[in-house]
């Protein structure tokens, strides 16, 4: 399937009709009230044009990359590929998904075909959801149903042993726009000229970033960029990174692959977001970008305008950030693989899996024409690989390797550190803004407190207010230990 996308039948697009008045929402992106379960979800007044492309890049010989636009009033699959859609939300919704596949030869491809079949059947489901909270529990549950049938097809066929895919899944049935994470895929929504990237790459190069031990300038020229740290198919469960963020009236929507994030800054990716009106000619675009700056990988992009009158208008100065939804448990959830907050729906690490094994000497081996890595960094990347037990997968690209996995050296005695630990943040500033380690967690207000989960470790935070002021704290966050950090100016 060189070059071509997933395609499943020419289907349009069939709107239901129905009780779709609009409800009152938050007015602010926040967890209050966004799972109250007697909020029937209804998007009346909401109104979506969407496309997709991929493309093999100019190195690959095969495209193991997939995408999905679904509207889930459809019956029988997802919307023709390369083909712009129009229309209304339905009390079902809309979902997209674009899908890097790993493994080699055709088992990548094999896999992501797998994941979108999967995420439209499971989406779309017998009947359309209960509730804002029944669309989420929804989302998540087709991708960990995606990611237990690659498993299970991979253990059967020899031939296919390795096969795995990220999933970054967008879904939509009010204006609460979620996205269901697994890999390092990308969701960016571009606001009044601005583009935040809304969902957290799970990869080592970005877990070291977090963790204090790369600068941004350090990750352009590491090792291992291209080790992620899940994929669909590897293990039988997975991690689901569940975000959200309300959505505001002419809101721009990208997902892509790695084939486009990992080649492109993200200022050329803002640049032709705010630039380019057509979609197709968009996509066209963010793809000529990549292939211009090597080609080395499939790339993939999803893009997507809202707008209504039942979305806000968008706020002066209010910026969308990465947030976690709080999904409460209900009776018929699958079971998480790991910790969770109480009341949240969350799976943890996976286990590692088996597979091809890379010596400590091949890991951490300069690679020529790049900076030395020091022992201190290579102790944390082994430290990370076993504190996180991970699922240590080349994927597909960033620096045109081929296609394998590695499984993870066995967990050092301190394991137990993997389990992510309660930050919360408060600042005695009002209209700031929140960064640790050098990178936004959004905005910080006056007796708000904002709540992280964040693996142990050194961490710099701190609060940026609009007028200039600035204030830091360096906290080191000791496993099972709930955390405060109070960021309060010097009095005069």
Not at 124 to 133: F, L, S, T, V
Not at 218 to 246: C, M, P, R
Not at 411 to 424: L, M
């Amino acid at each position: 399937m060189s070059g071509d996308v997933h395609r499943n039948g020419d289907h349009r697009s069939k709107r239901s009709e129905g009780d779709e008045t609009l409800l009152p929402g938050p007015g602010k992106e926040s967890w209050d009230g966004l799972s109250d379960p007697s909020l029937r979800p209804r998007g009346k007044g909401i109104g979506f044009t969407f496309y997709g492309k991929t493309h093999v890049g100019l190195v690959r010989e095969h495209n193991e990359d997939n995408f999905m636009l679904g509207d889930l009033s459809v019956v029988s699959g997802p919307l023709p590929s390369e083909e712009m859609i129009t229309g209304s939300l339905s009390d079902r919704g809309i979902a997209l998904a674009v899908c890097d596949g790993m493994g080699g030869a055709a088992a990548g491809e094999i896999a992501s075909q797998m994941a979108v079949d999967t995420l439209f059947e499971t989406m779309r489901g017998d009947q359309a959801p209960e509730d804002r909270d029944s669309f989420a529990r929804r989302l998540v549950d087709s991708i960990e149903e995606a990611g237990a049938r690659i498993f299970r097809s991979a253990k059967k066929d020899r031939s296919r042993r390795g096969m795995g895919t990220t999933a970054t899944v967008a879904g939509l049935v009010d204006k609460v726009f979620f996205v269901g994470q697994v890999g390092d895929s990308r969701c960016y929504i571009l606001r009044d000229g601005r583009l935040t990237l809304i969902t957290k790459d799970q990869s080592l190069v970005n877990q070291l970033i977090e963790a204090g031990q790369l600068t941004e300038d350090e990750a352009e020229v590491f090792e291992h960029s291209n080790i992620i740290l899940q994929a669909l198919g590897t293990t039988e469960q997975v991690v689901v990174d569940l975000t959200f963020v309300e959505l505001r009236r002419g809101d721009r929507i990208l997902l892509c692959s790695d084939g486009l994030s990992g080649l492109v800054h993200d200022s050329a990716i803002e640049k032709e977001m705010a630039r380019v009106r057509s979609l197709p000619q968009l996509v066209d675009s963010l793809i000529d970008l990549a292939n211009a700056a090597g080609g080395h990988d499939n790339v993939t992009c999803i893009v997507a305008d809202f707008a209504g009158e039942a979305l806000d208008p968008p706020q002066e100065g209010a910026v969308p950030f990465y947030q976690q939804y709080p999904l409460p448990r209900g009776k018929n959830d699958r079971a998480a693989s790991g910790p969770t907050l109480p009341g949240v729906v969350k799976s943890m690490v996976p286990r590692a899996r088996t597979g091809p094994r890379s010596s400590l000497r091949e890991l951490m081996s300069d690679p020529p024409g790049q900076g030395a890595i020091s022992w201190t960094t290579a102790a944390s990347v082994l430290g990370l690989l076993g504190l996180a037990a991970v699922v240590a997968i080349v994927s597909t690209g960033r620096r045109g390797t081929p296609t394998t996995a590695v499984s993870a050296p066995p967990a050092p005695a301190f394991a137990n550190a993997e389990v992510p630990v309660e930050v919360e943040v408060r600042a005695a500033i009002d209209e700031g803004e929140l960064y640790v380690n050098g990178r936004s967690y959004g905005p910080l207000r006056v007796d708000e407190a904002v709540l992280l989960r964040l693996p142990p470790g050194a961490y710099h935070f701190e609060a940026r207010e609009l007028d200039g002021t600035q204030v830091g704290k360096d906290i080191v966050v000791e496993p099972g230990q709930p955390t405060e950090v109070e960021l309060i100016p010097p009095a005069d």
